[in-house]
């Protein structure tokens, strides 16, 4: 392990009357470090994007500007798993600025060296270095959080962060009109938003802190009296990259489940996210503003969709992850039901749809990383949620791209839907095994702490 990198060393107690308001104010202050550190994750991951119609215009096809930004997922997909497990046993104060700082350097030579952007290979390649820094985003705010925040609180707290992806989605195309205006460069795609992801590195470092014990404070679980059934002293210790694999990922039933379900919960986030401007403007005759303001609004959509999710899923399904999911998916699926059959000339009614399907589908995203970090210890949450995300990445928005693109060639659009629907109706299935095992997996619990009392 990389010394700089190394969890922070638990100090002493400080005194009584001390650790309520300095757990209040550092609460808040790394929510801050944590929400505005993965927004800006955000900045340099959906950037090249933007740059991609100015790259068509130098000579470069759609398809391998699509085969280069592929390179992204790919990469990201295999690093927040990994990663997942080197944040476990890294101090995130420093871990989440030097991975956005690195993503962020990966963009400015992009926008700065011309060579960058001379061939798909290169481009492949820079991305792909990209894609992997970005995997030091989403393990370190899950560490953070799960160290913060005790369990009855998590849904509340992960749900509220879960926003900043929405909150940063949406501003590299503001950056970029941005450095357009200063600079009439169309590489202000690359630049403004690294530039920008760069300062917030830093603001997210100033604000962030490793465990509470490494700011004197209690746990998260003394100080608000709120264990887990199964918490143990030894919860507190931190784990080799061995026993978090081969003890809390892999043997852990729950965890494929929900890593499978993510396969097809992203297939649908992307797959209608991706392909929105292209469905809208060949199927419903929608102009090049009107889809993009589709775009923007399923995004922003799913900021009060997360929150609705979360709060449903604490005060309604009483901490029932895999239910809250099951339901969440069962409305998204007959919303994307309506896009696809709604008939041509009724905007109105498509433009419900995005907005809809945003509301409803950041949810499940939120709760399948939500309930990774409840299924491992918090030593190793950052790997458990990294384990979904590699099924997300790799299965969904790898197939979104290249497995609907393809059905749409040479199926239609009604194929390309099937496939997205049919994989929805799949995520059901296995959130209702989730929820399934989940119950009993409760009662287990239940009867354990039973006889031991
Ligand atoms: O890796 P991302 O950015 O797609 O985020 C994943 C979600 O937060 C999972 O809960």
């Known amino acids: 392990m990389i010394s700089m990198f190394k969890p922070a060393p638990h100090t002493a107690r400080l005194p009584k009357d001390k650790i309520d308001?300095?757990?209040?104010?550092?609460?808040?202050?790394?929510?801050m470090g944590i929400f505005f550190g993965y927004a800006a994750y955000y900045l340099v991951r959906k950037n090249f994007a933007l740059a991609m119609p100015y790259l068509v215009e130098q000579g470069f096809s759609?398809?391998?500007?699509?085969f280069a930004l592929s390179g992204i997922s790919i990469a990201y997909g295999f690093s927040k798993f990994i990663m997942g497990s080197v944040s476990d046993r890294s101090n995130p104060r420093v871990f989440l600025p030097a991975g956005l700082i690195l993503a962020a350097l990966v963009m400015l030579f992009m926008g700065f060296v011309p060579w960058a952007t001379s061939s798909i290979?290169?481009?492949?390649v820079l991305l792909f270095v990209c894609g992997w820094f970005q995997g030091m985003g989403w393990p370190p705010c899950g560490r953070t959080m799960v160290h913060w925040w005790s369990q009855k609180e998590r849904g509340g707290i992960v749900s509220?962060?879960?926003?900043?992806?929405?909150?940063?989605?949406?501003?590299?195309?503001?950056?970029?009109?941005?450095?357009?205006?200063?600079?009439?460069?169309?590489?202000?795609?690359?630049?403004?938003?690294?530039?920008?992801?760069?300062?917030?590195?830093?603001?997210?470092?100033?604000?962030?802190?490793?465990?509470p014990q490494s700011c004197g404070l209690p746990s998260i679980e003394e100080y608000k009296d709120d264990y887990p059934p199964d918490y143990t002293e030894e919860a507190e210790e931190e784990l080799t990259a061995k026993?978090?694999?081969?003890?809390?990922?892999?043997?852990?039933?729950?965890?494929?489940?929900i890593a499978i379900a993510n396969v097809f919960v992203y297939l649908l986030r992307y797959g209608i996210l991706d392909w929105s401007p292209t469905y809208l403007k060949e199927v419903k005759?929608?102009?090049?503003?009107?889809?993009?303001?589709a775009y923007f609004l399923y995004e922003y959509a799913g900021i009060p969709g997360t929150l609705l999710c979360g709060w449903m899923s604490d005060k309604v399904f009483k901490g029932n992850r895999g239910a809250t999911g099951v339901f969440f998916m069962v409305l998204v699926t007959i919303a994307t039901v309506v896009y696809w059959l709604n008939p041509v000339g009724n905007p109105g009614i498509d433009m419900a749809c995005m907005i809809i399907i945003g509301f409803l589908i950041y949810g499940p995203v939120m709760l399948i990383g939500l309930h990774a970090l409840e299924l491992a210890p918090k030593k190793a949450a950052g790997t458990a949620a990294g384990f979904t995300g590699l099924f997300g990445y790799l299965g969904g928005s790898v197939a979104a791209s290249a497995i609907v693109g393809y059905t749409v060639d040479y199926f239609g659009w009604d194929g390309?839907?099937?496939?997205?629907?049919?994989?929805?109706?799949?995520?059901?299935?296995?959130?209702?095994?989730?929820?399934?095992?989940?119950?009993?997996?409760?009662?287990?619990?239940?009867?354990?702490?039973?006889?031991?009392?």
């Open 416 to 453: 390309g839907f099937m496939v997205m629907i049919g994989g929805s109706c799949l995520a059901v299935v296995l959130l209702i095994l989730t929820m399934l095992s989940e119950n009993k997996h409760k009662a287990e619990l239940l009867a354990a702490q039973n006889k031991s009392l």
């Open 21 to 31: 308001p300095t757990y209040r104010k550092l609460r808040w202050q790394i929510f």
């Open 62 to 66: 759609r398809g391998d500007l699509g």
């Open 121 to 124: 290979a290169i481009m492949f």
């Open 243 to 257: 026993q978090i694999f081969m003890q809390y990922v892999l043997p852990n039933k729950l965890l494929w489940y």
């Open 160 to 211: 509220i962060w879960n926003c900043a992806h929405n909150v940063g989605g949406g501003l590299p195309p503001l950056l970029f009109l941005l450095g357009m205006a200063w600079f009439n460069d169309w590489k202000a795609a690359f630049y403004m938003p690294a530039l920008a992801a760069i300062v917030i590195a830093l603001i997210a470092f100033a604000l962030m802190r490793d465990t």
């Open 285 to 293: 005759h929608f102009s090049l503003d009107k889809s993009s303001y």
